[in-house]
């Protein structure tokens, strides 16, 4: 089973709509002096932000801005005068640790220092407002970063742009403070994260991870010599107990010497779902994932609920998902999947990009035309070593006023103003059909006659484009008329051999995703290959510090999250 997820974050360092725009007449109480402390303090963000707002979508503020609001519609009322609601506060603080978060962040043992300071002195009203304020923003950061994510993934990726309609986040910030007023600071920190199943899978993967980790973590395997079926060995212990670790074998039996049939296939299930070749033999390629220490799974887990709270709440309705490291395809309906195949993605050095379209059209035996890159790095070489490549393979060679030119009158040292183009046909690079998505990348999804491709493990295989394996199939479900488009109608559609460009009668929206996760069948966690090496800067940005908005509505970028805008 695929761990399908797909939307954006919103953070402490990251923008968020307010919950209403300021009022230029709140005032704190007389005689409310801890009240008018709290107004002199934000006093700098009033002047930071506009009191009104003529562009939501493009006037955006941060946590500054929704404390500012907060407190303004409250007429500066201190928030935080109930012990116990603090102490939910730093309990449900230190908690976050099990959603792959940092306590350290929310500056716990300040915060606690603070409000021992409120329960054992006098202190003045200046001193209770900067605690009130600051619990308030810790209170609210928190809840944004399980609820959204606490890294921006714009700054990770230029290009990132899962739109977040439909979900209003002045609905969540209200919900927060609506719990603060209810004195159930508990339930709001409980409700915050992604409530789908997917995301608790990971938060008990990651809690038995550690568990794993606290125990000593599990053994490493000596490398270097491959372990096979029927053989007697010491190191078969180590793999032994590795797999059990990892819930592949039964925990009896662990010190056991023998490779039998039992821990040949739990090597195979390990092997399927680190996507290498079953075969049940203990190799280097195997070794090696079975090395890979518990802290570094650790790590991978919370990467991607970090973007499981970036992206499960797109998971609406109907749609397609393409799981990039996953090499697989989904097709949903009212938010469940019908369908799944096999894809083939982009090369590492020619990755397929993450982004949400549209699916609009459907092309019925395309024609191909060849891109700059693959012409200049694939194709050129191929035509001048073989001068018959160009007509073994279909491809016609048009010039810039559409004439179509004898391959052997071109200078193909210095080719200049071409373009080339493949025949439709059942050898045609992209099948029998394209499905196509509006996109800056010219990245669609389509058929293709490299179906021998489909069974290796590692499928990124492509030059940027998804080629599906069941395509036709998908065709049906996107256009969902049984009697017009039913298996038989888009055989005949094919059948006539013309290419003609189908729209579908409604748009169906997909998602280009990635993480490094799936979920077994059985509800373990499992792993698989960071093929373009996209974890590192998540996590590296995860695991920085939050920034601490300073009171002048300011906010900068911390340098090394912004450096890792290029390395997506």
């Known amino acids: 089973m695929g761990f399908l997820i797909s939307g954006t974050a919103i953070a402490q360092t990251s923008p968020i709509e307010p919950v209403s725009p300021v009022s230029s007449v709140a005032e704190a109480a007389p005689g409310d002096y801890v009240g008018q402390a709290i107004q002199a303090e934000l006093a700098p963000l009033s002047s930071a932000f506009p009191p009104l707002l003529t562009s939501p979508r493009h006037q955006r503020v941060d946590v500054n801005r929704v404390v500012l609001d907060f407190y303004s519609h409250r007429g500066y009322r201190a928030a935080w005068t109930d012990d116990d609601d603090v102490a939910q506060l730093l309990k449900s603080l230190g908690d976050t640790q099990a959603d792959g978060l940092n306590p350290a962040d929310f500056r716990i043992a300040e915060l606690a220092e603070a409000h021992t300071l409120m329960q054992t002195t006098s202190p003045t009203p200046g001193q209770r407002a900067a605690f009130d304020i600051s619990a308030t923003r810790t209170f609210i950061t928190a809840l944004l970063q399980l609820r959204r994510g606490k890294v921006d993934p714009s700054r990770l ?53 550690r568990k794993v980790r606290d125990r000593g973590g599990w053994p490493k395997i000596p490398e270097g010599q491959t372990l096979r079926p029927g053989m007697d060995d010491a190191s078969v212990a180590l793999l032994r107990t590795r797999l059990a670790a990892g819930g592949y074998l039964a925990a009896q039996g662990t010190a056991r010497t023998d490779y039998d049939d039992a821990v040949t296939a739990a090597v195979k299930k390990f092997q399927t779902e680190q996507y290498l070749g079953a075969d049940g033999v203990a190799g280097p390629a195997t070794l090696t994932e079975l090395n890979v220490p518990v802290e570094a799974r650790i790590d991978q887990v919370r990467v991607n609920m970090e973007r499981a709270r970036w992206l499960l709440y797109k998971l609406q309705g109907t749609f397609v998902v ?68 160009l007509e073994a393979s279909r491809i016609r060679v048009i010039d810039r006023d559409g004439n179509v030119l004898d391959p052997s009158t071109v200078d193909w040292d210095n080719p200049r103003g071409l373009t080339l183009r493949q025949d439709a046909g059942s050898d045609n690079s992209l099948g029998q059909v394209v499905i196509r998505f509006p996109n800056e990348y010219s990245i669609y999804l389509h058929d293709t006659p490299h179906r021998d491709l489909f069974a290796k493990s590692n499928r990124a295989t492509s030059s940027g484009c998804i080629r599906v394996e069941n395509p036709l199939q998908l065709v049906e479900l996107l256009f969902n008329d049984p009697v017009h488009w039913n298996s038989e109608g888009i055989q005949k559609q094919l059948a006539n051999g013309k290419t003609e460009n189908i729209r579908l009668p409604v748009k169906v929206p997909v998602l280009l995703a990635y993480w490094t996760v799936d979920l077994s069948l059985d509800g373990r966690v499992t792993f698989k290959p960071d093929v373009y090496g996209y974890d590192s800067p998540v996590l590296r940005a995860l695991n920085q510090p939050s920034e601490r908005p300073a009171l002048d509505g300011r906010r900068a970028a911390p340098p090394s999250v912004a450096a890792e805008q290029s390395k997506l």
Request: proline share 10%; no cysteine.
């Open 157 to 209: 990726d230029i290009h990132w742009n899962f739109d977040p309609a439909g979900v209003d986040p002045r609905e969540d910030v209200n919900k927060f403070f609506a719990a603060l007023d209810s004195h159930d600071i508990a339930r709001a920190f409980a409700l915050a994260p992604p409530q789908e199943a997917v995301y608790g899978t990971l938060r008990h993967g990651l809690a038995q991870l």
């Open 322 to 389: 393409v799981d990039i490291a996953g090499y697989k395809v989904a097709f949903y309906r009212d938010g469940k999947p019908v369908w799944r195949s096999r894809v083939q993605v982009g090369k590492p050095f020619r990755s397929t990009p993450i982004f949400q379209s549209a699916i609009t059209y459907v092309t019925f035996n395309p024609t191909w035309t060849v891109p700059p890159t693959i012409l200049l790095k694939d194709m050129l070489p191929k035509i001048r070593d073989n001068p018959g490549y």
